[in-house]
């Protein structure tokens, strides 16, 4: 299992610096903010790289948009090779704008918690490593911290993760910046890419797999 790791951290490795290589000009500016917004309702998750979350949330019913970006760091305007240096205490995150006539809230949290990512990895997902990567949850009012702590207390409770408790943070979003033009969208603009085929793609399967309920029409049709 570490060997296997070891060579999937390699091919993330390989994978980023080739597509931070390959992009123009236009491509490494950020992205703009969604701007038919109107009736929809924002949540903002961290876990681990966003290729693989954001393309989470983009299958779920009533999710409109979702925006790769960094958030829960102190730095201004922070680009990718910042945020993996480590030198902004960002971490990867997606926003989500979705119908809460559609889905709500808890069930993003369920999404979240039990499909997108592992809440019990400290710092890291799978081969990723280091705290640009880590587990958050931002809320934006009282009510939705109290929903993300009850959610963390009902998981260990459960045991649903054995042994293991939940590591996620349960942050106030103070700023959302969204990520490079290229990194939007990047699980199905790349879907041969060596990291998204070896790392993305089995963690977008495994919420397919846990909530056939909450998937848009067009995805459980495939």
């Not at 060997?3 to 390699?10: A, S």
């Not at 290229?182 to 397919?208: C, D, L, M, T, W």
Request: charged share 20%; glycine share 8%.
């Amino acid at each position: 299992m570490k060997i296997f790791q070891t060579v999937l951290l390699f091919l993330a490795t390989l994978a980023s610096t080739a597509c931070a290589q390959q992009q123009s000009p236009n491509a490494l500016k950020p992205a703009p903010l969604p701007k038919n917004t109107q009736g929809l309702e924002v949540a903002t998750f961290a876990g681990g790289c966003f290729w693989s979350v954001q393309e989470t949330f983009r299958e779920v019913r009533g999710v409109r948009e979702t925006l790769a970006g960094y958030a829960g760091g102190k730095a201004q305007n922070p680009t990718y090779e910042e945020v993996a240096g480590q030198g902004t205490g960002h971490a990867e995150s997606v926003q989500v704008y979705y119908d809460p006539k559609q889905v709500s809230y808890q069930q993003l949290l369920d999404v979240f918690f039990l499909g997108a990512h592992n809440p019990t990895e400290l710092n890291y997902q799978g081969p990723d490593r280091g705290p640009e990567y880590r587990s958050v949850a931002f809320y934006r009012t009282p009510q939705e911290k109290q929903q993300i702590e009850a959610e963390i207390k009902k998981i260990n409770a459960s045991h649903h993760y054995g042994s293991e408790p939940v590591v996620t943070q349960v942050t106030s979003l103070q700023k959302f910046w969204p990520a490079e033009g290229y990194h939007q969208g990047f699980y199905r603009e790349n879907p041969n890419q060596s990291y998204i085929a070896n790392v993305s793609r089995p963690k977008v399967e495994k919420f397919r797999k846990a909530f056939p309920n909450l998937l848009k029409a067009d995805v459980a049709a495939r």
